[in-house]
């Protein structure tokens, strides 16, 4: 995505701070930017906006404010990168584990902009790209389960061998145009269902 076709929310109670980011974000080539110097409503105002990227500046943040924001920034699945004149160890901490993807202490200086913008950009695709990488795992295994527990029922109820039991069951998720999965967590779930009537 080039500069210029970037949304970016800038999140600043300062006016003035706010508007040499601006102009630092502009130098920058970037031309949809947004300034927000009140804080409250926040997240409803991310939703209307839809920006691809969140720059926050916090002058002298205390607790409860970074806090907040750093629930913002759990819920809101952007890259943000907040910066703020002074923090400790604990705050950069939380922040990190808030998934912020530059947190950057020392204030806010124009040139600075650009480079930390790219920065949280990539580490957030970063950060992403393995979350859905962990996911898409997670899932594969899930369904492998399954689909082991659907051929397993197939074999019972049919005598099936397992190959026989795999075939049928890739056979009618192209039949269904379905995936091999929900077929067998179909079959998995019906057979849950009919389970305590068989013995009767």
Same mark, same amino acid.
């Given at each position: 995505m080039s500069a210029g076709s970037l949304t970016?929310?800038?999140?600043?109670?300062? #006016?003035? #701070?706010?508007?040499?980011?601006?102009?630092?974000?502009?130098?920058?080539?970037?031309?949809?930017?947004?300034?927000?110097?009140d804080v409250g409503g926040i997240a409803r105002r991310i939703a209307e906006i839809e920006p691809d990227v969140i720059v926050i500046d916090l002058e002298n943040?205390?607790?409860?404010?970074?806090?907040n924001m750093f629930q913002l920034?759990?819920?809101?699945?952007?890259p943000i990168a907040m910066f703020v004149d002074r923090s400790d160890q604990a705050s950069i901490e939380a922040a990190v584990d808030a998934g912020v993807s530059a947190y950057v202490v020392d204030?806010?200086?124009?040139?600075?902009?650009?480079?930390?913008?790219?920065?949280?950009?990539?580490?957030f695709n970063a950060f992403s790209r393995?979350? #859905?990488?962990?996911e898409d795992a997670r899932s594969e295994l899930e369904n492998r389960k399954v689909i082991d527990r659907a051929k397993g029922i197939l074999m019972k109820s049919r005598g099936?061998?397992?190959?026989?039991?795999?075939?049928?069951?890739r056979k009618t998720a192209m039949n269904q145009n379905r995936k091999i999965a929900e077929?067998?967590?179909s079959l998995v779930t019906a057979a849950g269902l009919l389970g305590p009537l068989e013995g009767k």
């Open positions: 970016i929310l800038v999140i600043d109670e300062n #006016r003035i #701070r706010a508007s040499i980011i601006e102009a630092g974000l502009r130098d920058a080539g970037h031309r949809h930017v947004t300034v927000i110097h943040p205390n607790r409860d404010m970074l806090e920034s759990r819920a809101v699945k952007r204030g806010l200086k124009k040139e600075r902009i650009k480079p930390i913008l790219d920065m949280a950009i990539s580490r393995m979350a #859905r990488e962990l099936l061998s397992e190959e026989a039991a795999y075939t049928l069951l077929i067998a967590q």
